[in-house]
């Protein structure tokens, strides 16, 4: 959807900022953290994509209360909630509730999957949320370590997209910054969070190789962490103890560290080019 959302945004038909924004008001309605997308269009003041984002989120919320009721919702928001540890959901949902077993007998092969197959790498699957990180090393008060480090996070890209995203007119600068914002904050949910979740990290390098200059990124001492983190993410190094983890951190820090870099410059750019149309 997000990948849509940014071919919609590279298009020049009337309403495409807006189509943008109803395609990530949907993501954000599957995916709540993805509601964070829109702190830099907001602070840009791009209405017509906050327009959208609105209508995007309450079109899908209308169409699921249509389907499955409030009912749904409220057992989502209590699963959470008890996954994440806020509540305890016993004092929810005190009686324990029987699920009769059915006798069911799954074919060997399903949609092309076999299950007497196994993966190799499958025994080294790495939770790489920062929950873990905290859990390993025995920290106590991990979720208010956690809300702490989001707060934290959310100031920095606020000063951050404040100081340069306002001086960038460049919509495409903007969604890079609010993909970028939701990817990172994802790391302080308290939850399980695993390595096929870098498959996300794509559309923010493939903008990033598609808006910046090729040759700079190639250059840039940072490309060794991306270089790094995909060696180790394809498997090439299974006797480096947690690699998919360390993976999933050099790819985040190069993407995060690289963007900001890049957006940066942008702002530079764009402040000179406003000088100079002054002064002409």
């Not at 038909?13 to 509601?35: Q, Y």
Request: aromatic share 16%; proline share 4%; glycine share 6%.
């Amino acid at each position: 959807m997000l990948s849509i959302a940014w071919f919609c945004l590279n298009k020049t038909f009337k309403f495409n900022n807006f189509v943008g924004g109803v395609l990530v008001g949907i993501t954000a309605s599957l995916r709540p953290p993805f509601v964070l997308l829109f702190i830099p269009f907001l602070i840009s003041r791009r209405y017509s994509f906050l327009l959208g984002g609105l209508a995007g989120i309450l079109f899908n919320l209308s169409l699921s209360f249509a389907v499955v009721d409030l009912f749904i919702w409220q057992k989502y928001l209590l699963a959470m909630f008890g996954m994440t540890g806020y509540i305890n959901l016993s004092t929810f949902s005190p009686e324990q509730i029987t699920i009769p077993r059915l006798d069911i007998v799954y074919p060997k092969v399903v949609e092309g999957f076999d299950f007497a197959i196994r993966n190799p790498l499958e025994a080294h699957l790495d939770n790489t949320s920062l929950y873990d990180v905290l859990n390993a090393i025995d920290i106590p008060n991990k979720r208010d370590i956690l809300i702490a480090g989001f707060i934290i996070t959310i100031v920095f890209f606020l000063l951050f997209s404040l100081k340069y995203l306002l001086k960038n007119r460049d919509l495409k600068s903007t969604f890079l910054f609010g993909v970028l914002i939701c990817l990172i904050c994802e790391f302080f949910i308290p939850v399980g969070r695993y390595s096929y979740y870098d498959v996300q990290m794509l559309l923010p390098l493939l903008i990033l190789i598609n808006q910046a200059s090729v040759m700079k990124l190639i250059s840039s001492r940072l490309i060794i962490f991306l270089l790094s983190g995909m060696l180790l993410g394809m498997g090439c190094f299974a006797w480096v103890p947690r690699f998919l983890f360390f993976s999933t951190y050099l790819i985040t820090f190069y993407v995060f560290t690289s963007s900001l870099v890049f957006l940066k410059q942008e702002a530079k750019f764009e402040t000179k080019s406003s000088q100079l149309s002054v002064a002409d």
